[in-house]
């Protein structure tokens, strides 16, 4: 079981110098043992991505070999490259053309009511990719989407006609091993908790920097890598002595998913943390340390 570490407080940057520390520190450990590729850090954006790699350079004044900073984006198309038998992506373009197709024998079928008459335009396959998209981000499945469209409702035949080209549509990447860039990260977790992504590397120390919140894949992820890796450091930019409730829901509320995941998560509040060449303004006060267990008074 890995040691499980939740870094919070309210300066981003701070939070992930931090963490950096202890990063490079381990990079350089097995660096000099020959155990490299052992450390990932998963960030959110390839700026962040940009600025990490800069600083690990900057602590240590050498060529970077497999640093192995991602987003989560990429981490996730390399687990599904990792895979058994991996799936093949599709592009932005494929996908449109894909749409299209679908759209264009539902119209000739009769399908359409609500949609007859317009099937065929550019501008109805815009409202359907960004339909598709908006439900796979939250991992809604279309045979669970249909289900809901069936209790009737003013938008019930429009909302029925678009989840019956999404239920298309997942057939056919289900038949092909196809998927598209929402349905990476369901794929990838899928095939990690099935164990079918057996060429990892050896992971034994991760972080996880500059979310606010995962989805359900991302964080069904995370959990299964937390069973693998020695040590994972999650940041969340919260400190619990803060009022501004609604700005801190997202990170609260994944806070607290991160709590019943791991029941023996260690909390760490950051104070704001000097950039290198910058004196601190004061003496920086002890790290506020919490076990967080299941019994009450632990």
């Known amino acids: 079981m890995a040691t499980v570490e939740l870094r919070r407080g ?48 900057a602590q240590t004044s050498t060529a970077l070999f497999a640093p192995q900073v991602m987003r989560f ?3 996730a198309e390399s687990l599904v490259t990792a895979a058994d038998q991996p799936a093949t992506r599709i592009s932005p373009m494929t996908r449109r053309l894909l749409l299209r197709r679908i759209t264009e024998e ?5 399908t359409f009511w609500h949609f007859r008459g317009v099937a065929a335009t550019g501008g109805f396959l815009d409202v359907v990719a960004a339909f598709i998209s908006e439900l796979k981000r939250d991992e809604i499945w279309p045979e669970d989407f249909l289900k809901f469209t069936t209790h009737g409702g003013r938008t019930a035949e429009r909302d029925r006609e678009l989840g019956l080209v999404y239920q298309r549509y997942q057939d056919v990447l289900r038949d092909q091993n196809w998927y598209d860039n929402e349905g990476r990260t369901w794929l990838a977790r899928t095939m990690l908790l099935e164990g079918k992504c057996r060429a990892l590397p050896p992971w034994s120390f991760m972080a996880v920097v500059g979310f606010s919140d995962f ?38 509320t994944t806070r607290t998913r991160l709590r019943v995941a ?12 000097p950039r290198e060449g910058e004196a601190p303004a004061e003496p920086p006060s002890r790290p506020n340390v919490e076990t967080i267990s299941g019994s009450a008074g632990a």
């Not at 043992?33 to 790699?53: C, E, F, N, Q, Y």
């Open 10 to 57: 309210l300066d981003p940057a701070g939070l992930a110098q931090s963490v950096l520390r202890d990063y490079v520190a381990h990079w350089q450990q097995a660096s000099a043992a020959d155990h490299v590729g052992t450390g990932l850090w998963i960030t959110p954006t390839m700026r962040s991505r940009r600025d990490v790699l800069q600083r690990m350079f």
């Open 73 to 75: 984006d990429d981490f």
């Open 106 to 110: 539902f119209e000739q079928a009769g």
């Open 215 to 252: 989805t359900r894949p991302q964080f069904e992820i995370l959990e299964a890598l937390g069973q693998r890796v020695d040590r994972l450091i999650v940041t969340l930019a919260d400190e619990p002595s803060d009022t501004r409730t609604e700005l801190l829901a997202k990170c609260r």
């Open 262 to 273: 791991f029941p023996q998560l260690l909390e760490r509040g950051i104070e704001q943390v």
